[in-house]
T-cell receptor
Framework: EPEVTQTPSHQVTQMGQEVILRCVPISNHLYFYWYRQILGQKVEFLVSFYNNEISEKSEIFDDQFSVERPDGSNFTLKIRSTKLEDSAMYFC?????????????FGPGTRLTVL | KQEVTQIPAALSVPEGENLVLNCSFTDSAIYNLQWFRQDPGKGLTSLLLIQSSQREQTSGRLNASLDKSSGRSTLYIAASQPGDSATYLCAVSYGNKLVFGAGTILRVKS
């Protein structure tokens, strides 16, 4: 069964460093998303992406964040200058709008630890 | 503000029991609603999607209902098993984004 994959599974970085989180969405999906979950808190929406542009973003998704689809298969989230409060599990998701709805499928997540 | 609340926060039941998890949302202008399962330290597994025009959706031992006008959904799990132990998340779709509840932690005792 097709699935969303994410790399790395765990990333440790120093405060102020740039990180890039990578995702490979399900191949026939056209809508891509990033969410994050700080330990013990709710899953929070960051950004949605369609047709090579951001379709919606949350207040969390400030100028430190960017997303890109550099080729036909990868979808990346870049954090330019990481802060301690960026430590969280980051989930990528993808979906295909159909007559059955817009079911989002999630990857296993990347645990980001900022020291 | 779009908020999703799940009750109870935690539930412990003996194996074989039927159970109901509750979800409520403040903004009824939804596209659809998804129920997910999350195992500790793992990703989210989609269990059911129920469209805003539907009243209910079934998959195996799971049944989800939706009352959009009152802002409520329930997830019914029949004949619970120890393998059902996990956190169950309700997520409401407002177009491009899902808004999540905090989840119900379910423990099924053998």
């Amino acid at each position: 069964e097709p699935e969303v994959t994410q790399t790395p599974s765990h990333q440790v970085t120093q405060m102020g460093q740039e990180v890039i989180l990578r995702c490979v969405p399900i191949s026939n999906h056209l809508y891509f998303y990033w969410y994050r979950q700080i330990l013990g808190q709710k899953v929070e929406f960051l950004v949605s992406f369609y047709n090579n542009e951001i379709s919606e973003k949350s207040e969390i998704f400030d100028d430190q964040f960017s997303v890109e689809r550099p080729d036909g298969s990868n979808f990346t989230l870049k954090i330019r200058s990481t802060k301690l409060e960026d430590s969280a599990m980051y989930f990528c998701a993808s979906s295909a709008w159909t007559s059955l709805g817009n079911e989002q499928f999630f990857g296993p997540g990347t645990r980001l630890t900022v020291l | 503000k779009q908020e999703v609340t799940q009750i109870p926060a935690a539930l412990s039941v003996p194996e074989g029991e039927n159970l109901v998890l509750n979800c409520s949302f403040t903004d009824s202008a939804i596209y659809n609603l998804q129920w997910f399962r999350q195992d500790p330290g793992k990703g989210l597994t989609s269990l059911l999607l129920i469209q805003s025009s539907q009243r209910e959706q079934t998959s195996g031992r799971l049944n989800a209902s939706l009352d959009k006008s009152s802002g409520r959904s329930t997830l019914y799990i029949a004949a619970s098993q120890p393998g059902d132990s996990a956190t169950y998340l309700c997520a409401v779709s407002y177009g491009n984004k899902l808004v999540f509840g905090a989840g119900t932690i379910l423990r099924v005792k053998s």
